[in-house]
């Protein structure tokens, strides 16, 4: 008679299933199946407190300046929205529909210069400067590539305008702003680049003070040219959009500078900035870069559909999602700091063959953005009608952005969770299928379920946000479940055979 038995390696981690016929000794037995137990005991266990209060504290005191500058480049946009907002509904949803379409190369710009960040993480973890240089060099060139296409590409769209259903006014307000602010991507762009380069070599308050500098320029500005103080002529929605060209051109100058004549990174930074591009370090970064880009053009592209078929219910409605939006945007800089600082501890980990540090920096991201979510998410839930009201004053226009936000407290902890898994995928190279997870999630579930309940059954901008929502859920559902499983292997090769 034969019997299956289960044996345990008393030594190893081995587990064998056996299979013994009547009368056989244990040495004339016939192995069935066994599988190696170190591969998956990890998916069950949890670093140990102690591991995650000192990852989560080295991920903090990194992410804090992060936060800080990407919610000082949010403030840009608040101090838009609220002084645009002033001068009536149509300017605002003109700036919205511009800033929408704009929404695409900026996604692409902060994809490409991504790589600069993750290859610089990686190269201070294997202790090659060599190979930092070239990637800010490098990284610049292909910012300034693509900000050269988006302001050739704006000339060349402002006259089919009409095409994308908007209000006559609305499009008719747009064309100068916009053409305006497009130019304004190529020192954007190069901003993100030398950004990222700071970042990722562990000094980023340097980078940070110079973009609040910025940010304050940007302001004061605004409220000169819109409005026509200190003797200047009140230009409106072009003087928003000249105000910007200018603080982001003094940004990229004020960067540079601080970049060649810093002691703390000269030996990461190119000697020779304008010597001819390196094609292997170009095709590292565009290796990375693009699918960067690609995961973050399906999310963007997808709230820009969102937003153009949101305009076709009426520039009330357009307004409203812009006022949800931005406040959206300017919370979830906070786990995106979070996410761009674990894609730095997890490329200096993965530079350095440190694979034991990367689950404990997982886990602690996570911790620290569902904690962060949560506190939003009931503020927001508590509050919309006040927060609705710094930006809007017509009651129509407030009460829809309100009921927006009450929906936006729904899925921000989904939103923090996609976000700094994706972030830390990045650290370890892995931006392939992460980039068609979000393509297939963003396109395939959030615009037709949001298209179906807000035109379908007559739901409205609510709609969207809610197809948008269940989308933002699956994609940190799936790109979570991708991540445990990549850092919960002991093997080094593990994590880098995977497929990414």
């Known amino acids: 008679m034969a019997r299956l038995c289960t044996v345990f390696g008393p030594a190893t981690n081995l587990i064998e299933f056996r299979l013994l016929s009547s009368g056989q000794s244990e040495e004339c037995r ?7 137990s170190s591969r998956f005991y990890p998916l069950m266990t949890l670093p140990s407190r102690r591991t995650l209060l000192h990852e989560g504290r080295g991920t903090l005191l990194l992410a804090f300046p992060l936060i800080a500058g990407q919610v000082s480049q949010m403030l840009v946009g608040l101090s838009d929205t609220m002084m645009i907002g002033r ?17 695409i190369p900026l996604m692409i710009g902060i994809g490409m210069t991504m790589a600069v960040s993750i290859r610089v993480s990686q190269a201070r973890g294997a202790g090659d400067p060599a190979m930092a240089r070239e990637a800010l060099r490098n990284g610049l060139l292909i910012a300034f590539i693509v900000g050269l296409i988006t302001a050739l590409g704006a000339m060349a769209i402002i006259p089919f305008f009409s095409l994308f259903g908007q209000e006559a006014e609305v499009t008719n307000s747009a064309g100068d702003y916009f053409l305006i602010v497009a130019v304004s991507m190529i020192p954007a762009i190069g901003c993100m680049a030398i950004k990222n380069h700071a970042d990722a070599m562990n000094h980023p308050w340097p980078a940070f003070w110079i973009s609040l500098g910025g940010v304050v320029l940007n302001i004061l500005l ?25 603080a982001r051109t003094a940004t990229l100058v004020a960067l540079i500078h601080w970049c060649r004549d810093s002691k703390t990174v000269h030996d990461w930074v190119p000697r020779n900035w304008f010597r001819a591009p390196d094609g292997p370090s170009m095709r590292s970064l565009v290796k990375v870069g693009l699918p960067a880009s ?71 991201g996570w911790l620290m953005g569902s904690l962060f979510s949560l506190c939003s998410a009931i503020l927001v839930f508590l509050f919309p009608n006040f927060i609705a009201g710094w930006f809007v004053t017509e009651p129509e226009a407030r009460a829809l952005a309100a009921s927006l936000l009450v929906i936006s407290a729904f899925f921000q902890f989904s939103d923090a969770m996609q976000i700094i898994s994706m972030g830390a995928l990045r650290g370890v190279d892995d931006v392939n299928v992460p ?57 080094n090769t593990d994590i880098s055979s995977s497929p990414g």
Request: proline content about 3%.
């Open 222 to 246: 605004n409220w000169i040219l819109i409005y026509g103080k200190l003797g200047a002529p009140a230009l409106g929605l072009e003087g928003a959009g000249i105000a910007t060209l200018t």
């Open 87 to 103: 001068l009536g509904v149509v300017p605002l949803a003109a700036s919205t529909f511009a800033n929408t379409i704009l929404y």
């Open 30 to 36: 016939t192995t069935w199946f066994s599988f190696d």
């Open 294 to 364: 690609l995961q973050l053009l399906a999310e963007v592209s997808a709230f820009v559909m969102a937003t153009f078929l949101i305009g076709t219910l009426g520039k009330v409605s357009l307004a409203s999602h812009q006022v949800a939006i931005t406040c959206v945007a300017t919370i979830f800089m906070v786990p995106l700091g979070l996410s761009m600082a674990i894609t730095v501890r997890m490329g200096e980990a993965w530079g350095a063959g440190n694979r034991e540090r990367m689950r404990p920096l997982v886990v602690s």
């Open 435 to 491: 980039a068609w997870i979000a393509v297939f999630t963003y396109w395939g579930i959030s615009i037709p379920v949001g298209w179906w309940f807000a035109f379908k059954l007559n739901w409205g901008a609510s709609g969207m946000w809610w197809g948008i929502t269940i989308g933002l859920t699956i994609t940190a559902l799936f790109l979570g479940i991708r991540l445990w499983l990549k850092v919960s292997h002991r093997s």
